[in-house]
């Protein structure tokens, strides 16, 4: 009995991808050539196996069988791509790509992050301590999505502990590129700060569609009068209408796929490094299936 192996469906769209930017970015000088021994592996058929293991979540041994290449030679490479930047590269090149396709209209964004916990549950390089809120060590994902097409525009990896709001600004500068027709920025309270709206209005010249966090215990000196004015002193440069809010919630639905379908924290990775790794393969497998949807539609 003959058994043909074929590639499970859900990995079937990677197969006509290309990716020359891998090589170009990794390609050696006449002075890094070295003469003899074994030829080196083709760096953007590694890269494609690579996506292949993020679809399918299996291990690397298992990749490894496939591509006819060691498991200790996918790894190396894996290593090399985030530390040469073909990662990085790759995501903007792909952003740009969508910008050019109207995949990226932008005309509403939202931004968020996911706390995704270490695999060990406890203290790990780059967790940096102990997430009260979340009870756990851990790090975070900050990704900025046009609403309507849920492309990722920007992105950031961060320990468990730091604070949405001080990476909403890093998050939008990286994006500025593409936010030309932003009418308005959504975000949930976490990110409800003068200075990001201020720079939401001014630099982009958008509202920033951001809840205003409610008073806690009030004061001796608080009077209706006066919350009433400090409530609109903060409503300034902002949306407050739940229609358009309610568009935000687009970019939980992409961490949502970016967990259960791309396996984003189910890895048996350590340290934030690895974890920014998974980060990327997960959004360009993502973002390679936003494009075949698109032209199929």
Not at 2 to 24: E, H
Not at 70 to 88: C, M, Q
Not at 196 to 224: C, D, E, Q
Request: glycine share 8%; proline share 3%.
């Amino acid at each position: 009995m003959n058994f043909v192996p074929q590639m499970p469906q859900r990995v079937q769209y990677l197969l006509d991808c290309s990716f020359p930017q891998v090589g170009n970015l990794l390609k050696k000088t006449k002075s890094e050539v070295f003469v003899g021994g074994r030829p080196g592996h083709d760096k953007e058929t590694l890269f494609g196996w690579l996506l292949v293991k993020k679809v399918t979540n299996w291990s690397y041994r298992d990749i490894s069988s496939m591509a006819g290449v060691s498991h200790p030679t996918l790894i190396r490479a894996n290593d090399l791509f985030l530390r040469k930047g073909v990662y990085e590269k790759v995501f903007k090149d792909l952003v740009k790509k969508a910008y050019r396709q109207r995949l990226i209209k932008a005309k509403f964004v939202a931004m968020d992050s996911s706390f995704v916990h270490t695999f060990s549950k406890r203290g790990e390089l780059g967790s940096e301590g102990w997430n009260g809120f979340k009870e756990a060590f851990g790090f975070k994902l900050h990704l900025l999505i046009d609403c309507e097409t849920k492309f990722p525009v920007a992105l950031r990896v961060t320990n468990g502990n730091a604070s949405d709001s001080t990476l909403a600004i890093p998050l939008l500068k990286q994006a500025k590129p593409y936010l030309k027709n932003t009418q308005y920025v959504l975000a949930d309270k976490g990110y409800d700060w003068g200075d990001l709206v201020n720079w939401i209005v001014k630099m982009i010249h958008a509202k920033a569609s951001i809840p205003i966090k409610k008073i806690g215990k009030r004061g001796k000196n608080y009077t209706w009068e006066g919350a009433w004015r400090n409530f609109q002193y903060k409503a300034k440069g902002r949306s407050i209408k739940k229609s358009i809010y309610r568009r935000r919630t687009a970019v939980e639905r992409a961490f949502s796929v970016l967990k259960r379908t791309y396996h984003l924290g189910h890895e048996e990775t350590r340290g934030i490094l690895n974890f920014a790794k998974n980060v990327y393969l997960a959004l360009i497998c993502y973002m390679l299936k936003l494009f075949d949807i698109a032209k199929s539609s």
